[in-house]
Structures are given as structure tokens and as C-alpha cells.
């Protein structure tokens, strides 16, 4: 399958808190042509699956923490190269979407490349979670369960993305919030940021009824963008998951295409 690469037009910078550390970080997204690298500190670390090193509540990329939504925006936004630079190793926050990286990615196309596809489907299973991966025309569609209410989410990428997926903000169990809080855990997001989960509905007011099913399908789309493959050419349904089997249906489809 042939695909055309894409880098951002120019440098673009912005300014929040690291998600979970509240730290305050300056990213700046420059033009690239060697797929999508993060630096912090002189050190630079590829995209891939390899190069995952922590999937706890987020995905890390050597030392560079919580990358999931900015890698969700490049593959909503169609980028394919970029070099990310930052002054301390977390993304920030911002609203708790993708939806600010997305603002500011304008892509600039490249040279064509050739993407290869898995040939059959890819199955990710566990007593927790259920991702199903083969190629297709972007149909993605996303299951969640929040008390006994059970919503999924279906779309098409990247068209629905913008509007539909990007938006769509991190969420927590208002009851754990304490003990995250004590654990060091969410230091950047507040009530705008974040949607709180009651047994009976939300705390806050929501941007959409099932926004957390989407804000699962926006990490999962993130997650699978470090294969480099775009959302568009694969047809995804998943459930219940989080990043850890994200990760490694992305290291599965990496092996499955080699």
C-alpha cells in the first residue's frame, strides 16, 4: 500500500503541565523526515513499540512520559514525521485531549512510502481486554463499561476524528482521585481537564454521553500509531483495554507485517 508521508509546515510550540507530574513542560514540534522521535534532555527516542518502557496509566517512550495523545493527534492529523522537543520528559495535559495538539499540526506532505498491512487479522485477548486489528477503511469502533451502563463508540478515520475523537477527555473514578492525587498521580489535570465517573453518571458536565469510550478509542489510536500505520487502512474493534494491550497489539502488528 502506498501512502504519502507528512511533516508539520513549521515549528509550532506549546506550554502546559506534565499530565500526571504537573510539571511545567514547553513542547515544541518540529519538521521532520525520520518518522516521529521525541528528545528531552539531548537524548532521542523513536515511536515504535520498542521503545516503550512503561504502561501505567499512560505510555512512556524511554524516559519521555504520557506521549499517547500527541502520537493520537499525528495519526488524526495524517503526521507522519516530526521531532518533538521537550523541556522536561511528560507531555502536558492541557484540556485532557487531543484536541490542542491537533489545533496546531499542519501537515506538509513528503515522498510516498510503502506501508505494509497485516495480512490476517491481529487478536489481542485477556480476561480485561479485547483488541481485534486487520486491514480495512478506517471503521474503529470502542466498548466501555461504566457501572451498568455498557456504550460503544464507532467511527470512521481519520473523517470523524477531528470532531469526534479528539475532543474527547481523560477520565477517572471520582472515589480514586484522593489516593491518585497522594500517589503523585494527575498533578496537571483539573475539573475542566478531566471527567470524573460516578457509580450513578459523571460529576462534571460531559462533552459527549460516551466520552469515555472515546477517549479510549483516542488513546488506542495512539497507541497503534507507533507501528507508523495510519488509522485509515486498518478496521479496529476493541473493549475494556488500556495501554498495556495496546502496546503490544502494536508490537503484534509490527511482527505481523515484517
Known amino acids: ?19 500526571h507530574s504537573g510539571r511545567p513542560v514547553t513542547v515544541t514540534i ?7 522521535a521525541f528528545r528531552c ?3 532521542r527516542v523513536a515511536a515504535t513499540p520498542a521503545e516503550v518502557t512503561d504502561t501505567r496509566l499512560r505510555t512512556a517512550l524511554g524516559h519521555v ?10 495519526a488524526g492529523a495524517g503526521v507522519t514525521d516530526a521531532e518533538v522537543e521537550l523541556t522536561y520528559p511528560e507531555l502536558p495535559a492541557l ?18 512510502t510503502e506501508i505494509a498491512l497485516p495480512r490476517d487479522e491481529v487478536v489481542v485477548e485477556t480476561p ?28 470512521r478515520l481519520p473523517r470523524d476524528y477531528r470532531d469526534g475523537v479528539a475532543p474527547a477527555r481523560t477520565f477517572a473514578a471520582a472515589e480514586q482521585v484522593p489516593a491518585m492525587a497522594a500517589a503523585g498521580l494527575g498533578q496537571g489535570l483539573d475539573t475542566s481537564s478531566v471527567l470524573l ?17 472515546r477517549h479510549k478509542l483516542l488513546d488506542l ?28 497489539m502494536a508490537a503484534l502488528l509490527g511482527d505481523s507485517v515484517k
Not at 484540556?95 to 510516498?112: C, E, K, M, R, Y
Not at 480485561?128 to 464507532?154: K, M
Not at 489510536?221 to 503490544?248: C, E, Q
Open 221 to 248: 489510536v495512539g497507541d497503534l500509531y507507533l507501528t507508523g500505520i495510519p488509522p485509515g487502512l486498518l478496521d479496529v474493534t476493541a473493549s475494556f483495554g488500556g495501554h498495556t494491550a495496546n502496546v503490544r
Open 1 to 19: 500500500m502506498i501512502h504519502r508521508r507528512a511533516t508539520v509546515r513549521a515549528p509550532v510550540t506549546m506550554t502546559g503541565r506534565g499530565l
Open 41 to 43: 534532555g539531548g537524548a
Open 128 to 155: 480485561e481486554a479485547s483488541i481485534r486489528v486487520r486491514r480495512g477503511s478506517g471503521v474503529w469502533s470502542y466498548t466501555f463499561e461504566h457501572g451498568p451502563a455498557v456504550a460503544t463508540f464507532t467511527c
Open 95 to 112: 484540556d485532557g485531549s487531543a484536541a490542542a495538539f491537533l489545533a496546531v499540526l499542519h501537515p506538509s506532505p513528503l515522498t510516498d
Open 30 to 36: 518540529h519538521p521532520g523526515d525520520d518518522g516521529i
Open 197 to 213: 465517573l460516578t457509580p450513578d453518571g459523571y460529576a462534571n458536565p460531559p462533552r459527549f454521553p460516551d466520552e469515555p469510550a
Open 65 to 74: 512520559a504520557t506521549v499517547e495523545h500527541l502520537m493520537s493527534a499525528f
